[in-house]
Each structure stands twice: as C-alpha cells, then as structure tokens.
C-alpha cells in the first residue's frame, strides 16, 4: 500500500479547518482520514483536529483481533464524544464539529467511515465511483427527485450538513466495504475539493495526470486555479 495526502488553507479561507492523517499498519495496510471542521473561527479547526487526534489514538488502542468495522467505529465513537463535550462544556467552542471520512485500505478490500460530506471515491482504469453518500441538505434532495446531481453542485446551500461527529452525544456514522485490487486507489477529500473539482477530472488527475506520489498536488492546484473557496484536503491510497 502506498498513501499520500495534501491540506491547504484554499485562496479566501484565513485558517486552514481541515486535517488529516495518513499511516502504514504493521500488517501492511493503510489507514487514512479527512475531517473537516466547523462552528466558529477557532472551533472548527480544536474540532478537526481533536477528532483525527482521537481517532488514531483509539484505533490504536484497540485489539487487531476485533472486526475492522467495530475497531473503526469505536474509535470514531470516542472521537465523537470527546468533541461534543467540549462544545458543551467550553463556550469558544459551542456547536462545533467536523465531517469525518476514514478507510482502512488493505489487500482485498477497504472499509470505510463516514459523518458528514468529506468524501472516499474509488478509482481504477475503468472509472470513479462515489463510496460515500453525503449527510447534506442537498444530498436528500436529490435522493428524493428535487434537484439533479449538477444542480446540486451549484446549489446555494451544498454546503449544509445534515450530520456530523461532534453534533449529538451518539455518534451515527456509515460503513461500508469496498473491494479493492492491485492497481486501485481511493481518494478521500474534504467538500473544499469536490466542490470545485468534478469527478472526471478526479480520475484523468490518478489515472493519467502523472506520478501517483504528485496527484493530491495536481488536485489542490486545480481548486486553487479556480479559487479555491474553502478549504482543500486530498489523500491518495493506493492498493
């Protein structure tokens, strides 16, 4: 497994409320993670970072004989009542939280975490699909027939998210496996990135654009040609 990641800030944001992690396991696997903070000019970035801080820590902790899925979510879990105590008990930080997407990439598949509308694609040389699904406002209007997927690109609030980890005392995040092969990638990503770079031009980027090791830079560079109105976080897995 190979793994690459890039943050940055964006072109209008003044602090970068994005993090991620990146880490080879023992075994030979790789887990990765994107959270994207909100609530407030400090408060999004305490969020984002508490959450993939707890996270690692408590995967970590957990025995690599439990079920990948459980060993994941409870440490999403932690993260997640770690964050939402401190919106309660520190006024700074009052309704903060974070969006989390996070993939534990191994030979055969991958299994993959999210809360909110950081996304993981998977990518090879037959195309892009979306893993996740969006918790967002305009996500279920489009699973209901009220707006097509390139209205919802442009809607004025793509950005309202419906969940995220730090926002209730009980975390309720989705799961789901994907199969990977030799030659596969996931990308994972904060909104600041699919938002202003579609998913075509994603898979053009990995697949053709040039060294794996360059790609989540090509990606940011894009977004920062066309703006760059949030911030942007990308990371590369590789099978």
């Known amino acids: 497994m190979q793994v690459w990641?890039?943050?940055?800030?964006?072109?209008?944001?003044?602090?970068?409320?994005?993090?991620?992690?990146?880490?080879?396991?023992?075994?030979?696997?790789?887990?990765?993670?994107?959270?994207?903070?909100?609530?407030?000019?400090?408060?999004?970035?305490?969020?984002?970072?508490?959450?993939?801080e707890l996270f690692l820590e408590h995967f970590f902790r957990g025995s690599p004989e439990d079920p990948d899925e459980e060993r994941m979510g409870h440490a999403a879990a932690v993260a997640n009542q770690a964050v939402f105590q401190r919106s309660v008990e520190d006024q700074d930080c009052a309704g903060m939280g974070t969006t989390m997407v996070a993939a534990l990439a191994g030979a055969a598949e991958a299994v993959i975490l999210n809360e909110g509308d950081s996304r993981a694609y998977h990518i090879n040389s037959e195309g892009i699909v979306l893993v996740t699904r969006d918790h967002s406002l305009v996500e279920d209007l489009v699973e209901r027939g009220e707006l097509t997927r390139e209205q919802a690109r442009t809607h004025p609030h793509k950005n309202?998210?419906?969940?995220?980890?730090?926002?209730?005392?009980?975390?309720?995040?989705?799961?789901?496996?994907?199969?990977?092969?030799p030659?596969?990638?996931?990308?994972?990503?904060?909104?600041?990135?699919?938002?202003?770079?579609?998913?075509?031009?994603?898979?053009?980027?990995?697949?053709?654009?040039?060294e794996d090791e360059a790609c989540c830079q090509r990606l940011l560079d894009i977004a920062l040609s066309r703006g760059a109105p949030d911030n942007v976080t990308a990371v590369l897995v590789k099978r």
């Open 5 to 52: 990641g890039v943050t940055d800030r964006g072109a209008v944001r003044q602090q970068n409320q994005d993090a991620y992690a990146v880490k080879l396991l023992d075994d030979g696997r790789a887990l990765a993670l994107v959270c994207d903070g909100m609530g407030g000019a400090r408060a999004g970035n305490v969020a984002s970072t508490m959450a993939v």
């Open 160 to 181: 309202l998210i419906t969940r995220a980890l730090g926002a209730e005392p009980v975390l309720m995040a989705d799961c789901f496996r994907q199969p990977l092969a």
């Open 183 to 210: 030659g596969d990638y996931l990308l994972l990503c904060s909104d600041g990135l699919s938002n202003v770079v579609n998913e075509q031009e994603m898979l053009y980027e990995v697949i053709h654009g040039g």
